[in-house]
């Protein structure tokens, strides 16, 4: 997973290392997401080999009448599977997650450089409805 992230990376400064996948902020990560029920790490595999993961966040909230979100992030096909359908039917299945958990709403990020991406999302019907933020600490 963390060979895929780094792989795909877009940001101006590497983030993450492919070649030290143990690290102990990986291990400690993968350790806080696996044992938290608000959260889904998933790896799509097609013929017993990884292609593909994403995680999923399940959000609970006050507005909308106490209304849970999804949150899908690190959504990340590798270069020789992609525009083979695996993203669509991926991101199709954490939108089926989110419903069975009862969320109102489903919402991703995407780094403004992923022009293709943002086609991607809106074919399956996301709407660009708000401009994203952040800080890094």
């Not at 060979?3 to 070649?19: G, H, K, Q, T, Y």
């Not at 990340?76 to 199709?92: A, L, S, T, V």
């Not at 009862?102 to 991703?108: A, D, E, H, P, R």
């Amino acid at each position: 997973m963390v060979a895929l992230i780094a792989e795909d990376d877009v940001s101006d400064v590497p983030m993450d290392d492919a070649n030290d996948p143990s690290g102990p902020g990986y291990v400690a990560g993968f350790e806080a997401i696996i044992t938290d029920p608000n959260q889904m790490l998933i790896i799509a595999e097609r013929e017993g080999k990884p292609i593909g993961t994403l995680q999923i966040t399940f959000l609970p909230g006050i507005a909308r009448k106490g209304m849970w979100r999804g949150l899908i992030e690190s959504v990340h096909i590798i270069p020789p599977e992609r525009n083979k359908g695996h993203g669509g039917r991926m991101i199709q299945w954490a939108v089926e997650q989110c419903r069975d958990r009862g969320c109102g709403m489903v919402q991703l990020t995407s780094n403004k450089k992923r022009v293709d991406a943002h086609r991607f999302y809106q074919r399956l019907g996301f709407d660009q409805s708000h401009e994203g933020f952040k800080l890094f600490l």
